[in-house]
T-cell receptor, first 113, second 118 residues
């Protein structure tokens, strides 16, 4: 069982470059999320999706875009990377209930120079 | 507004000591869920426990125990006889349902880094 798979695991960008992070889950989860983790700030929600074809803004959406064309995939895009986007990015997924736990990917370490 | 506070940024203990990680939450909702997750050095967050707002029973699982007290809005986590493998960042989280959208909101604390020294 793969669970939640994130690619790539590491990436270094120059300011202004663009990139896409891919998240795939094989558990048929309706909900998917992108978080960023920064020292002392815990996990902050960037964007989330409650189903195929839907996306919504989280707590810190600026500078990011997302797409959920297929239920199992959730893409996070950075159109013009900035040093402030240097962070560890986590994808997560869950079933559609307030009581459900989140399943996390292993994270992507992104550095923007 | 909802909030989760983990006031302890970092704790260091010597192996075999007991340690308690504090979590205080804020919400006006009557139905909510509380969670603890562990993030080992490998990075991936792993679910540890879930507790709903109507169940104040404490829970014990091996060396882990959780104390949920609605009166103080706390959901504390205790590791008994800590081991080096317990070294990790631990996150407390709160889940509440949106009243109109049918979706729900997950709020994480800032995490507590636990270092268990041999």
């Amino acid at each position: 069982n793969a669970g939640v798979t994130q690619t790539p695991k590491f990436r270094v960008l120059k300011t202004g470059q663009s990139m896409t992070l891919l998240c795939a889950q094989d558990m048929n989860h309706e909900y998917m999320y992108w978080y960023r983790q920064d020292p002392g700030m815990g996990l902050r929600l960037i964007h989330y999706s409650v189903g195929e074809g839907t996306t919504a803004k989280g707590e810190v959406p600026d500078g990011y875009n997302v797409s959920r064309l297929k239920k199992q995939n959730f893409l996070l895009g950075l159109e013009s990377a900035a040093p402030s986007q240097t962070s560890v990015y986590f994808c997560a997924s869950s079933y559609r209930q307030v009581s459900e736990k989140l399943f996390f990917g292993s994270g992507t370490q992104l550095s923007v120079l | 507004a909802q909030k989760v506070t983990q006031a302890q940024t970092e704790i260091s203990v010597v192996e075999k000591e007991d340690v308690t990680l504090d979590c205080v939450y804020e919400t006006r909702d009557t139905t909510y869920y509380l969670f603890w997750y562990k993030q080992p050095p490998s990075g991936e967050l792993v679910f540890l426990i879930r507790r709903n707002s109507f169940d104040e029973q404490n829970e014990i699982s091996g060396r882990y125990s959780w104390n949920f007290q609605k009166s103080t809005s706390s959901f504390n986590f205790t590791i008994t006889a800590s081991q080096v493998v317990d070294s990790a960042v631990y996150f407390c989280a709160l889940s509440v349902a949106h009243s109109t959208s049918g979706t729900y909101k997950y709020i994480f604390g800032t995490g507590t880094r636990l270092k268990v020294l041999a």
